[in-house]
C-alpha cells in the first residue's frame, strides 16, 4: 500500500518539503507538525497528513488526512470519517484501497444508517487508480496542491463545505439544547423564591462538565483497547453498568460516582455546586443520559449526534473555547450569536507571542481575564512540547506535566465558574500528553483557588 500511498502523493505534487507529514520524516517537521501529527495518528488511524504552509514556508493548518487500507472495509471507512469529523481540523480525508481512491468531507456530518455507521456519509467522490502517474495525476487535478494552496479549490467547492456541519458547531448547539432544555426542566420544579436562591446555571454547567470529562476518561483507550478506567469500574456504583450513562439511571450512583472522581483527581476542579444534591433529581440526570445516547425525543434532529461524538478524539482547545460560549448566556438566551474565542485568532495571537518552535526557558503565562482557559491552554501545550523537544525526550511523566502547570500557567477572573472550566480545560489538556493507565494510576490536576 506504500507504493499506491507514494504515487497518489505525486500525483497531489505533495511531499515532506512542501508540507506533508509522514512517519519517515517526523525529525524534519516543526514541533506543531510532530505532535498533530503522532496525534491523529493515534486517535484516528491516519497514515499521513498534508499542511497548508504560511508565507515563511512554515507547516500550519492540516488541510488532507491520507489513510490506505489493505482492502475495502464499508465499517472501517465510516469510522475513520467520523473519527475524522471529530478531530474538526483537516476538511479533507483521502481512503486509498488496492483499486479506489474515496475522497470525504470532513465538514459533513457522520450519520446512522440501518443502526450502523453510513460509509457514504460524507462522501465527495470515489476515484478509480490509474496504473500510470500522468493518467493520475488528469484524475487529481482538482485537488492538486497548487490549487489548493491558491485558493481555487476552496472557491470552486465553497457549498460544499458548511461550517454549520462542523464539529464545533453541532457540539456548541448540542451544549446549547442540551444546557436550555436541563434549565427549564428544573426552573419548572421550583417556585419563584427557590429560583432566585438557587444558582440553577452553575449546576447545570456543573453536570455537562463532568459529563464530557467523564466521557473523554471513558473513551481514551490505549493500544490495547483498554480505557482510562479500570475493568469493572462502574459496577461498584451502580449493579450491572457498564458505562457513564447506565450511571445515570441512578442518582446516588451518580453523585456516589462524581465523589469517587473529584477524591480520585483533585476535589478542587469541578466541586458540586450548592444546593444541587437537593435541587438536581433522578429526572434531570435521566434527561442528560438521554442526550448522551441520542434517544430523547425533542424536536432537535442534532441531538441524535451525540452518539457519534468521540471525546477522546475533539481537541481540548476546542472544548474549551465552546464553554466560554456559557458564560455570555443568561438563563432564556439560547442564540443571541457565538462569542467564544475562535481556535484561528488563538494561533495567530499565540504565534506572536510563543511560537511552537524555540528552546525552553521557564516563562510564566498570566491570563488576567482566562474565561474558560482557551489562551492558557494553548499556552500550556506550546510549553510542553518546546520543554519535550528541549530535553530530547518523546514523553513526559505526570510530575513534570504538573510541574510546568503550577509554576508556569496563571489565570484570573471574576467569574469563579470559568476559573472552575478553565482548570478543567487545562487538566484535560495534561491527558493528552498521557497513556490511560499514566492517567488513572498516579494523575492528579492541580487545584484551584475560587
Known amino acids: 500500500m506504500n507504493s499506491i500511498l507514494n504515487s497518489i502523493f505525486t500525483a497531489l505534487h505533495i511531499k515532506p518539503e512542501n508540507g506533508l507529514a509522514v512517519e519517515d520524516s517526523l525529525s524534519d517537521m516543526t514541533t506543531y507538525q510532530r505532535l498533530f501529527f503522532k496525534q491523529v495518528q493515534e486517535k484516528v488511524g491516519v497514515d499521513a497528513v498534508y499542511f497548508l504552509r504560511d508565507s515563511d514556508g512554515i507547516a500550519k493548518i492540516p488541510l488532507i488526512y491520507f489513510s490506505a487500507m489493505d482492502k475495502y472495509d464499508p465499517d472501517e471507512v465510516a469510522t475513520l470519517h467520523r473519527l475524522a469529523w471529530n478531530l474538526g481540523e483537516a476538511p479533507l480525508l483521502f ?187 433522578e429526572d434531570d440526570l435521566r434527561t442528560l443520559r438521554l442526550f448522551l445516547l441520542g434517544d430523547t425525543e425533542l424536536t432537535s434532529r442534532q441531538i441524535a449526534l451525540w452518539p457519534l461524538y468521540s471525546f477522546d478524539v475533539i481537541p481540548i482547545q476546542l472544548i474549551s473555547s465552546i464553554y466560554e460560549l456559557f458564560f455570555h448566556l443568561s438563563d432564556n438566551e439560547d442564540d443571541k450569536g457565538t462569542y467564544y474565542t475562535p481556535l484561528h485568532l488563538v494561533d495567530m495571537l499565540m504565534d506572536e507571542v510563543y511560537p511552537w518552535e524555540g528552546t525552553f526557558s521557564p516563562t510564566t503565562f498570566l491570563d488576567p481575564s482566562c474565561g474558560s482557559g482557551i489562551f492558557l491552554v494553548e499556552a500550556y501545550r506550546r510549553l510542553v512540547c518546546r520543554w519535550m523537544r528541549s530535553n530530547n525526550r518523546t514523553a513526559i511523566s505526570n510530575n513534570e506535566l504538573t510541574e510546568l502547570l503550577e509554576k508556569c500557567i496563571f489565570g484570573v477572573d471574576l467569574n469563579g465558574e470559568a476559573v472552575r472550566v478553565a482548570s478543567f480545560s487545562l487538566s484535560l489538556a495534561m491527558c493528552d500528553f498521557l497513556d490511560p493507565k499514566s492517567i488513572w494510576d498516579s494523575l492528579s490536576f492541580p487545584g484551584c483557588n475560587v
Open 95 to 281: 481512503i486509498v484501497t488496492p483499486n479506489e481512491l474515496k475522497i470525504f468531507n470532513n465538514y459533513k456530518t457522520p450519520r446512522k444508517k440501518d443502526g450502523s455507521l453510513d460509509p457514504k456519509a460524507g462522501l465527495i467522490e470515489t476515484i478509480k487508480l490509474a496504473d500510470d502517474l500522468e493518467s493520475q495525476r488528469q484524475q487529481l487535478v482538482h485537488y492538486n496542491r497548487i490549487q489548493l494552496e491558491s485558493g481555487d479549490f476552496w472557491r470552486t467547492s465553497k457549498t460544499r463545505f458548511d461550517s454549520k456541519a462542523r464539529i464545533d458547531a453541532t457540539l456548541m448547539n448540542n451544549l446549547k439544547i442540551m444546557r436550555s432544555t436541563l434549565i427549564k426542566q428544573i426552573k419548572k420544579r421550583l417556585d419563584e423564591e427557590q429560583q432566585q436562591s438557587v444558582n440553577i446555571v452553575a449546576i447545570v454547567h456543573g453536570l455537562l462538565s463532568r459529563s464530557i470529562l467523564i466521557k473523554y476518561l471513558e473513551e481514551r483507550k490505549d493500544s490495547n483497547k483498554n480505557s482510562v478506567f479500570p475493568a469493572g469500574f462502574y459496577a461498584q456504583f451502580f449493579d450491572k453498568a457498564e458505562c457513564y450513562t447506565d450511571i445515570l439511571m441512578s442518582k446516588h450512583a451518580t453523585y456516589n460516582l462524581f465523589n469517587c472522581l473529584e477524591e480520585k483527581f483533585n476535589g478542587d476542579m469541578l466541586p458540586l455546586v450548592a444546593d444541587e444534591l437537593d435541587i438536581v433529581c
